[in-house]
């Protein structure tokens, strides 16, 4: 009858499994995994909602901008329009370029080459900030993606670490009591999943993407450089 007691004493403590109950119910350690896990699922999901809409704002930009540019306006009208703003994209490589051009030939330039050496140096240095304002913060999803699953199973080892001096301690080994302490380690390890999985998927859909825009920046720039050579050869 005593024994009968014990025992549903012991299992009382451990019959809700609930997810909020097996965090409360955690070593310290666990707990720290879960949160960080659940912090960088946060954070992760806030980059890649951020990256669709700067990547979505700088196509329709790009299409604006390709659209002006080739429509027949000039060089001149189209930078006078742009000067005073912060240009982004294309508007940038384009100021950028424009702003060059005009100093060298206020310095009075006589080589053409080596206009042509500046304006190329303007655009490499350009198209590389546009770049890195493209790729900033994929790293940290490559970051979740790669470690997020270790983080998660780092957790569950410990958890079942703390388990077992659980139920050594206890000398009590039916499922009502081990269960619990499992499935709470687990929790760390499926938490790891859930932030690498999308972290990875959404890294490489947003770098294909970030690679996409950068060949137009530098495709773009290759064109604007050829005209301002053209320009420069019969201005020199």
Known sequence: MGDGVTDAVLVAPFGDISLISLFLQAHIVVKAVI????????????????????FSRSRRQMD???????????????????TGRTPTGMASIFVAAMREWKRSFEAGARSPIGLQSRI????????????ARLERRLIFLATVGSAGPFVGLFGTVWGIMTSFQAIAASKNTSLAV??????????????????????????????????????????FA???????????????
């Open 120 to 131: 190329d140096k303007v655009l490499d240095v350009t198209i590389g900030r546009e770049t």
């Open 178 to 219: 081990v269960a619990p302490g499992i499935a709470e380690a687990l929790l760390a390890t499926a938490l790891g999943l859930l932030a690498a999985i999308p972290a990875v998927v959404a890294y490489n859909k947003l770098s294909a993407d970030a690679s996409k825009l950068s060949q137009r920046l530098a495709g």
């Open 64 to 82: 604006r901008f390709e659209k002006v540019f080739w429509s027949g306006q000039s060089l001149e009208d189209l930078y006078r329009s742009l």
């Open 35 to 54: 949160v960080g896990l659940i912090l960088a699922s946060i954070w992760s999901w806030a980059i890649i909602f951020d990256k669709w809409l700067l």
């Open 222 to 236: 290759d064109e604007f450089s050829a005209i301002l050579s053209r320009q420069a050869d019969e201005r020199v």
